[in-house]
T-cell receptor, first 112, second 118 residues
Framework: KAGVTQTPRYLIKTRGQQVTLSCSPISGHRSVSWYQQTPGQGLQFLFEYFSETQRNKGNFPGRFSGRQFSNSRSEMNVSTLELGDSALYLC???????????FGPGTRLTVL | AQKITQTQPGMFVQEKEAVTLDCTYDTSDPSYGLFWYKQPSSGEMIFLIYQGSYDQQNATEGRYSLNFQKARKSANLVISASQLGDSAMYFCAMREGYSGGSNYKLTFGKGTLLTVNP
């Protein structure tokens, strides 16, 4: 069974731009979560989607948003990029919200 | 207060030896889950092992075992017979609200960088 896939793997943007990251979960998984990983803050939870509904949201500004489609694929969007948004963005999928989360390879975003 | 504490920023172990990575947690929720993930330099987080708060026995998965001491709120990862490929960052994580609450997120510790020497 294929694992979680994330596209693109690497991204370079400039301040003020916006970016969209994509995540395709493991087949049959309906829960998708997003995390931000930085050297200073470590791994921080962004949000979780289940059956196209956002069920939980972390402590991030409104510039960070996401959505989930009917096929469980998910996207996250960051608008008005700041230097501090440079990070590894990890997506994780699970069969349901309380099940083990399996992570994708991440998207490394660099904001210049 | 930190919910997950990993006190060892870095650990060294000789190949074929066993190593214990420490993790303590803080929660008032009676139902929770504890996880260990491995993150090689490539960045992908690899699930290793899970322990539920109501599980009576310590979890084991191949060379990985979890030393769960509920009263002490610790969930240490034991890797037996270390291999060079075990060199990576290891994260302990907790999920609260397992009993049906709305909090399904994982809270991670800062991680321990394990280096296996030949």
């Amino acid at each position: 069974k294929a694992g979680v896939t994330q596209t693109p793997r690497y991204l370079i943007k400039t301040r003020g731009q916006q970016v969209t990251l994509s995540c395709s979960p493991i087949s049959g998984h309906r829960s998708v979560s997003w995390y931000q990983q930085t050297p200073g803050q470590g791994l921080q939870f962004l949000f979780e989607y289940f059956s196209e509904t956002q069920r939980n949201k972390g402590n991030f500004p409104g510039r960070f948003s996401g959505r989930q489609f009917s096929n469980s694929r998910s996207e996250m969007n960051v608008s008005t990029l700041e230097l501090g948004d440079s990070a590894l963005y990890l997506c994780a999928s699970a069969r349901f919200s309380t099940d083990t989360q399996y992570f994708g390879p991440g998207t490394r975003l660099t904001v210049l | 207060a930190q919910k997950i504490t990993q006190t060892q920023p870095g650990m060294f172990v000789q190949e074929k030896e066993a190593v214990t990575l420490d993790c303590t947690y803080d929660t008032s929720d009676p139902s929770y889950g504890l996880f260990w993930y491995k993150q090689p330099s490539s960045g992908e987080m690899i699930f290793l092992i899970y322990q539920g708060s109501y599980d009576q026995q310590n979890a084991t998965e191949g060379r990985y075992s979890l030393n769960f001491q509920k009263a002490r709120k610790s969930a240490n990862l034991v890797i037996s017979a270390s291999q060079l490929g075990d060199s990576a960052m290891y994260f302990c994580a907790m999920r609260e609200g397992y009993s049906g609450g709305s909090n399904y997120k994982l809270t991670f510790g800062k991680g321990t960088l394990l280096t296996v020497n030949p």
